[in-house]
């Protein structure tokens, strides 16, 4: 069985700029529907798509697709902080990695996974919404809440919060099975019949995903519109490069945003475009290069990538912020030390124990503020490494120091 796709997005017929973001590639499917003033929820749903674009290579159990997650979530939220026209943005997000004989769903929000299996069709995610809730509890029923005045409040978002509940979904895949990613501007304009109707049509993925927006259009495509198909056919997953995660993707990153769209938000939405650019033309190089230049190119990428994050974790028992991605590939560690807190790890309270261990992905400047934070003799409660007011513990930087063999790494 091998996992062919197609994508499509829409503004719609009402608003002015489509905040929707998708990714569809070989292994990795995702929708996010952002939300936030001023060009906001389109920096927070391609910023969610982005990371998770990324991260993909190292995304091959729950454990690590949580974990991607996780680092959607910091990336906006970090974005919303120093940003404040973004201020409040999120996004939801329905994602998909595959896996032998499946796929690995993340769910946050209130976009939606259909699956269609012998024309039956079976809504795969809850939604983390007001009404979904409701619906769940058996105050409504999914007609009334297809019609409530307040059926686009969701309850998860990506980037509102530090912490994000994520639902993971494992979904064994048959050959013939048909699986749909979209926004609520698809499922709140084109009912169960009708979306299985159109879902089950023709056997181009592609024109699956245009017919499917194109019901939502004659729907009345009041919201923007967002569907990534995904069909299992028949064949070997290798062939096209393998649906499991890490095997060679050439991913479609959506919409294409007009450049009058992009506004208030310009700096955000732009560099997160350059990256992807830049990563497109490197798509271009692989076609004509052939496997070995797409290993390159996803070598490049997420070298690049790597060397511009950061994590705290622990070094020889102290406390010590790591420039790269806590992972190990190819038996090589993708991290390396660039500064040790003159704290041991064995001090510090269970909380600030867990925003370590967490290896959250950060700034430079985020993972010094913590770990310079940390004295020496600290068992009380410490800032979290966002809090950007809560400076008062912080000791100068050069108080900082290497302990055993460890060099400082020179940072750029
Ligand atoms: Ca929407």
């Known amino acids: 069985m091998r996992l062919i796709h197609g ?3 829409h503004v719609g017929l009402v608003r002015k700029q489509n905040e929707d973001s998708f990714v569809a590639g070989e292994g990795l499917y995702a929708v996010c529907d952002g939300m936030g003033g001023a060009r906001a929820g389109e920096v927070a749903s391609e910023t969610a798509c982005q990371t998770l674009l990324f991260l993909q290579p190292y995304v091959t159990e729950e454990a690590e697709l949580r974990r991607s ?3 959607a979530n910091d990336a906006i939220v970090e974005k919303s902080i120093r940003d404040p026209r973004l201020f409040g943005m999120g996004t939801t997000m329905t994602a998909a990695v595959g896996r032998e004989g499946g796929l690995l769903l993340a769910h946050v929000g209130d976009s939606r996974a259909y699956l269609l299996r012998d024309a039956t069709l079976r809504q795969v995610t809850d939604d983390h919404s007001l009404v979904g809730e409701m619906v769940r509890r058996g105050q409504l029923t999914p007609e009334q809440a297809a019609a409530h005045p307040h059926r686009s409040v969701i309850t998860r978002a990506l980037g509102t919060e530090r912490e994000v509940e994520v639902d993971l979904i494992d979904l064994d895949l048959q050959e013939g099975d048909r699986v749909l990613f979209c926004s ?5 304009m084109v009912d169960d019949d009708r979306l299985a109707e159109v879902l089950g049509q023709g056997e ?4 699956v995903a245009d017919a499917l927006v194109r019901a939502a259009l004659k729907g009345g495509g009041e919201d923007n519109i967002t569907a990534v198909v995904v069909i299992a056919i028949a064949g070997d997953a290798s062939e096209s490069g393998g649906t499991a995660a890490g095997a060679a993707a050439v991913p479609r990153f959506g919409p294409e945003r007009r450049e009058a769209e992009t506004g208030g938000t310009r700096g955000a939405a732009m560099s997160a475009r350059r990256a992807l650019g830049r990563m497109r033309g490197r798509v271009v190089v692989l076609f004509a290069g052939g496997a070995v230049a797409l290993l390159l190119v996803l070598v490049v990428a997420v070298a690049l990538f790597n060397s511009s994050v950061y994590f705290v974790g622990t070094r020889d028992g102290r406390v010590a912020l790591y420039n790269g991605m806590p992972y190990v590939l190819f038996g090589r560690e993708l991290s390396h030390v660039v500064e040790v807190a003159p704290t041991s790890y064995a001090v510090l309270d269970a909380y600030v124990k867990g925003r370590v261990d967490a290896h959250e992905l950060t ?3 985020e993972g ?3 770990i310079r934070g940390l004295a020496p003799s ?7 490494p966002t809090g950007r007011s809560s400076t008062t513990s912080t000791l100068p ?3 900082a120091t290497t302990v055993g063999p460890l060099t400082p790494v020179p940072s750029t």
């Open 363 to 365: 700034s430079k400047e």
């Open 69 to 71: 997650v996780a680092a």
């Open 368 to 370: 010094q503020r913590f």
């Open 204 to 207: 181009d993925p592609q024109a």
């Open 7 to 9: 994508a499509a997005s």
């Open 397 to 399: 930087g050069s108080t």
């Open 184 to 188: 609520d501007g698809l499922s709140g």
């Open 378 to 384: 600290t068992t009380t409660s410490l800032p979290a």
